[in-house]
């Protein structure tokens, strides 16, 4: 049988890394790889980009979008990774677990765009809960984010990394204050809030691993609504999900909790939690994943072996290339 053919365009970057990380060892599909001392050169790549059945977009913004361009067969689809085309018309939305019929529409569609890593997890926290009618549409959500340095790909890697007058100073920078981050757009419709969160994103001296953590002040809300109503509510629509995993509801005294943002690096798991205080009716959603695993590069090829029909036993983890 003719094994579908992908290929990475932008293989070399952080995300292509770990997707092809992924893929190495895969015998179900053919790789097409680029000679590197090609893989800027646009008539290689368009050669390359047209011989796949999915092209697999690693690029920034830009340069995904003139790719896009250089497609001509119609058997060509296309994976992007960028935020180019989160919330074009004519793309689905890469997040098999945002409701029912979802997973169906991205096996259907020619052009996928994967979701960014921060809205993976105020999505996936947010959209159940306001189609349970827990939250309103209308609901003031901050979303707080924070990010290993590899979310900021090869520059903000190097600068983290570097040494010398190349090293970026301090361990920790919140960034985005100008609350127009390109993020929001997707947060805001795929959440299917009627006005964007605030977004404040974070990044630190770590290379891999997000937290998302949204607060809610339970006495707020237009209808008396439990922490534990949330909490049912998460675990009711990811119950049968294999990435996503709901956590037992945490309740203020019963000790006290850390998480670390780097606890799932290398897995393509999403970790759901809701921490309760019931006395000051408050509740904090909070979600884990790796950036570059379900926020990104694990995510990709869970679309792209839906895409292809290859969906099956496989967990999606990186084990190095
Ligand atoms: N890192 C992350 O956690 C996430 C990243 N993304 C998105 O994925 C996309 C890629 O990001 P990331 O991998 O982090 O970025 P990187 O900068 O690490 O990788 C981008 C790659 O594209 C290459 N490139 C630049 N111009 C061209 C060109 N004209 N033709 C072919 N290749 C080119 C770059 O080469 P060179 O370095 O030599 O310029 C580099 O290898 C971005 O849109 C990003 O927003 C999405 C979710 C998470
Ligand atoms: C730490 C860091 O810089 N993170 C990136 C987001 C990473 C990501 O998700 O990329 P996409 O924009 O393609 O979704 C940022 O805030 O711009």
Same mark, same amino acid.
């Given at each position: ?5 992908v290929?990475i ?7 292509g890394?770990?997707?092809?990380g992924?893929?190495?060892?895969r015998?179900?599909?053919e790789?097409?790889s680029?000679d ?6 646009e ?7 047209n011989?796949a059945?999915v ?11 003139a ?8 058997g060509?689809r ?7 085309h ?6 689905v939305?890469?997040?098999?677990e945002?409701g029912p019929?979802?997973?169906e529409?991205?096996r259907?569609?020619r052009?996928?765009?994967n979701?960014g890593?921060?809205?993976?997890g105020a999505?996936g926290?947010l959209?159940?809960?306001v189609?349970?009618?827990l939250?309103?549409?209308?609901f ?6 924070t ?14 990394e %570097?040494? !010398?007058?190349h090293?970026? *100073?301090?361990?920790y920078?919140a960034?985005?204050l100008? +609350?127009t981050?390109? /993020?929001v757009p997707?947060m ?11 977004f404040?994103p974070a990044?630190g001296r770590f ?7 949204i607060?809610?002040?339970?006495w707020?809300?237009p209808r008396p609504v439990?922490a534990?109503?949330?909490h049912a509510a998460?675990?009711e629509h990811?119950r049968a999900?294999r990435?996503?995993t709901?956590?037992?509801?945490e ?5 006290n ?7 799932l690096n ?6 759901l939690f809701v921490?309760?205080n ?7 959603l909070?979600a884990?994943?790796d950036?570059? %695993?379900k !926020?990104?590069?694990?995510? *990709? ?5 839906l895409?292809?029909? +290859?969906?099956g036993? /496989?967990?999606?983890e990186?084990h190095?290339?």
């Amino acid at each position: 049988m003719r094994k579908p053919k992908v290929f990475i365009d932008g293989e070399a970057g952080t995300t292509g890394l770990q997707i092809r990380g992924r893929l190495l060892g895969r015998t179900d599909l053919e790789l097409l790889s680029i000679d590197p001392a090609k893989r800027k050169d646009e008539a290689e790549r368009k050669r390359l980009l047209n011989a796949a059945d999915v092209a697999v977009l690693c690029l920034h913004d830009d340069v995904a979008k003139a790719a896009v361009g250089l497609v001509e067969n119609p058997g060509t689809r296309v994976l992007d990774a960028s935020s180019a085309h989160r919330v074009a018309e004519g793309w689905v939305y890469g997040f098999p677990e945002l409701g029912p019929g979802q997973a169906e529409q991205i096996r259907r569609a020619r052009f996928v765009s994967n979701p960014g890593c921060y809205p993976t997890g105020a999505i996936g926290l947010l959209r159940p809960l306001v189609d349970a009618g827990l939250l309103p549409e209308a609901f003031p959500a901050s979303v707080q984010g924070t990010s290993g340095y590899s979310g900021g790909g090869r520059q903000l890697i190097e600068a983290m990394e %570097g040494r !010398g007058e190349h090293r970026l *100073a301090g361990d920790y920078r919140a960034y985005g204050l100008e +609350l127009t981050h390109k /993020h929001v757009p997707e947060m805001t419709r795929y959440s299917r809030l009627a006005r964007p969160p605030i977004f404040t994103p974070a990044v630190g001296r770590f290379a891999q691993g997000m937290l998302i953590v949204i607060p809610v002040h339970l006495w707020a809300l237009p209808r008396p609504v439990t922490a534990a109503e949330l909490h049912a509510a998460l675990a009711e629509h990811y119950r049968a999900q294999r990435f996503v995993t709901v956590m037992p509801l945490e309740t203020y005294g019963a000790h006290n909790p850390v998480l670390d943002p780097q606890a799932l690096n290398g897995t393509n798991r999403m970790e759901l939690f809701v921490y309760a205080n019931p006395e000051r009716e408050q509740a904090l959603l909070i979600a884990r994943f790796d950036n570059l %695993g379900k !926020g990104a590069s694990g995510a *990709a090829v869970q679309n792209l072996d839906l895409m292809l029909g +290859l969906e099956g036993a /496989h967990t999606y983890e990186y084990h190095g290339d």
